[in-house]
Each structure stands twice: as C-alpha cells, then as structure tokens.
C-alpha cells in the first residue's frame, strides 16, 4: 500500500508542480545503469574532492618508499573516512569481530554472505567469521548542479599566470 500512496502522491505534484513534472519525466526517459553510473561517480567525486582517492590510485607510486606512501595513505585514509561517512551509513551483514564464531542460518542469502571451507556442509552452518561484510543502510549523495556533466569526477584545475 505504502507504495500506492507514494505514487499517488507524485502523479498529484506533478499536476500541479511544472518543474517537478519535469524532473520525473528526465528521471523516465534514464536507464537504471545510467543512474546507478552517476550515483558512483558521485561518490568517488566525493572520496577525491576530500581525500584525493583518485590522484592517489592513479599515482605511480613505485618510486616512492615506504615511509612517504604510509604517511600518504594515513591523512588520505582519514579524509576519505570523513567524505564516505558523509555520504553512507554502512553495516555490518554478520555483527561480530573478525576470527569470533558465528552460525549461519538455513535460507541465508548466498550473494550477502560467501561460505568457505566445507562446502558440502548443510546449513545451519557453524563457523569462524573471516569478514563482517558490509551493507548500505542509507546512502545521501550531494545532488548534482544544474548544467555540470554527472561523470565529471574532479574539475581540470588551471593557474594562470
């Protein structure tokens, strides 16, 4: 029902609303890749705009020791943090620390959760947690500007002199 009401209430904006009409119909006439390719574009805006993620992967850092690219990835790591806790809410599909018993239920979801060792065994399975795994519980992207490309991940910059 939840669903029924939600659209009611949009068909009934539009009606009223020429803008908003507008931006449903450009939501329409895009393709489900399309939107979720812009979503991860502006994500990673966001990871390079606040911690240059991509300057630093795309880096060649074959010359540097290791000291300078430990002291690198230490702030790049604490800027990034900042910008995806920003952006996502994240959980963990298992709780529980890494290395601590855990038992897997029958019907569990095999795409949230990868079962290594005996692969004959039949479920509920009992095991040791390699990795929590992680889940979006919420994601809040910052909405595009008006007129700027959405795969544009960080803005040429120039000095002129």
Known sequence: MGRWR???RI???CLKDAAFRGRVQDLGDRRKEDILAEGAARLLACLQQDGRLVDFLREDIDGYDDAQVGAAARSMHRSCRRALDKVVTLAAVIEGRERS?????????ALAITIEGNLGARPPLRGVLLHPGWKAVSVALPPVARG??????APAEVEVK
Do not use: K, M, N
Request: glycine share 4%.
């Open 148 to 153: 700027r490309d959405p795969a544009l991940i």
């Open 11 to 13: 068909f009934r904006r």
């Open 6 to 8: 939600e659209s009611w």
């Open 101 to 109: 018993p855990v038992t897997v239920p029958e019907g569990f979801d």
